[in-house]
Structures are given as C-alpha cells and as structure tokens.
C-alpha cells in the first residue's frame, strides 16, 4: 500500500546547481564586506534550524610562504583541525572568533590562491534554514519536509519543504549557495522578491521548479517553471 503525502505545492529554487558550477559568486572582493551581506540576508530572510555550522578551510597547493602562517593561525586561534584529507584541512570556528578568522583571511592578500587559481581559505557558514514570511515574520505556514511528507528530492538528502544557505568566504573570492523552498501558493510572488531584495547576488531565472503531488498521492513531480520574479 503506498504512502499517501500531504497534498502541498511548493517551488524550490536550486541556485546554482553543481552543473552550473554550483554556486552564485558574491561580487564583493573584501572577505569582511561579503561575510556581512551574507549575514544581512540570513538575519532578513532566514530562520537557522539548529546551530550554523562555521569552518575555516585551507586547500593544500597554495604558495608556503602564504599557506604556514594561514595555518599556524588555525593552530594557535582555533586548536586542532577538525577534518583533514588530501586536499584541505578545516577548523571548526567558533562565533567569538569570527572576527579573528576574517581578519586572518584579509591578510593573507591576493597571492592567497592555490595552483588552480582558486582561493585558498575560506570561512564557510553552512546552515539549514526556514524562510521568513515578512507578513508574519515568521516561517512560512504550510512550508517544511514535515508538510511534504519527508520526500526526498535526489540522493542528495535534500527533503522537499526544506532550504539551506552555505556561504563561503573566501580569500580572493566568495560565493553562496542556495537551495531554498517557496510556498507554491498566491505568496510566491512577494517570497521570490523579498529574497531578491536582500540577496548580494541576481537569482538565476533557471532553476525554479514546482513540485505537485502525483495522482495517487504517494509521491511528488517536478516541472521546470518561468522565475516568479519575472511576471
């Protein structure tokens, strides 16, 4: 016997997914400036579920020169790595030393790139999050993976109803990935904008999906549509 799931619409936009290179660059060079319009977005927008989780990573194959104070900074500021493999290590970074990990960052200066040209640290802020209703500030009514029965939307993990924001700060260069859930309803609209609104970066007119309950009700079907923000 199936499942049968909560009959909810709800449009998610997936910004930007890995084929298209898996995230919006923030068109703000300086870590310190970046790091606040993320934190300007969240603070309008967003209701963290649970504690963000902060990290600074450090790539391997950037100059040594650069690389060891970056590092020795990590060991002095923030204790022991908290993973390490053969491309990075990260440190978890706790609230009160934000400031100190930002600084450290801006310092490092342009020459901070690993061989590819990427940046080579970066303080990434990872949270799942609620979206804000701005009529009621609080989360939008109708909108969790609760609401749309736990349903998984690839092999990812990812549930329908939820959204997440990480951000990535980094030494030469930032970006921010979204994958945010909307209410499908007459409240689209105005969600999509407000968003917009307090986003550093232009939402793709790509990547906006509605998701609608199958006939038989044990499941839910995508279609790809036009951006709410452009009707």
């Known amino acids: 016997m199936s499942v049968q799931r909560p009959r909810v619409e709800v449009v998610t936009y997936d910004g930007l997914p890995a084929?298209?290179?898996?995230?919006?660059?923030?068109?703000?060079?300086?870590?310190r400036l970046a790091w606040q319009a993320v934190q300007s977005f969240v603070d309008a927008c967003v209701d963290p579920v649970?504690?963000?989780?902060?990290?600074?990573?450090?790539?391997?194959?950037?100059?040594?020169?650069?690389?060891?104070p970056l590092r020795q900074f990590a060991a002095a500021t923030l204790g022991g790595p908290r993973t390490?493999?053969?491309?990075?290590?990260?440190?978890?970074?706790?609230?009160?030393?934000?400031?100190?990990?930002?600084?450290?960052?801006e310092d490092a200066g342009v020459a901070a790139v690993t061989e590819h040209g990427h940046p080579l640290a970066s303080l990434v802020w990872d949270a799942e999050v609620r979206l804000l209703d701005a009529?009621?500030?609080?989360?939008?009514d109708g909108?969790?993976?609760q609401m749309c029965g736990g349903f998984a939307v690839d092999g990812y993990g990812r549930?329908?109803?939820?959204?997440?924001?990480?951000?990535?700060?980094?030494?030469?260069?930032?970006?921010?990935?979204?994958?945010?859930?909307?209410?499908g309803d007459e409240r689209l609209a105005e969600a999509a904008r407000r968003i917009q609104a307090h986003l550093a970066v232009r939402m793709s007119a790509k990547h906006w999906r509605r998701?609608?309950?199958?006939?038989?009700?044990?499941?839910?079907?995508?279609?790809?549509?036009?951006?709410?923000?452009?009707?």
């Open 19 to 31: 084929a298209s290179g898996g995230a919006h660059g923030l068109r703000v060079r300086k870590p």
């Open 50 to 68: 649970g504690d963000p989780a902060l990290a600074l990573r450090l790539w391997k194959g950037g100059p040594p020169d650069v690389s060891e």
């Open 84 to 105: 390490q493999d053969r491309t990075s290590t990260a440190w978890r970074v706790r609230p009160d030393a934000v400031d100190h990990v930002l600084g450290a960052i």
């Open 135 to 140: 009529r009621t500030g609080q989360p939008y």
């Open 143 to 145: 909108v969790s993976p």
């Open 159 to 183: 549930l329908l109803g939820a959204s997440g924001v990480r951000a990535s700060v980094g030494t030469t260069a930032s970006s921010l990935s979204l994958w945010l859930s909307l209410p």
């Open 211 to 231: 998701w609608r309950l199958t006939r038989d009700g044990s499941s839910y079907r995508s279609t790809r549509i036009p951006s709410p923000l452009t009707g």
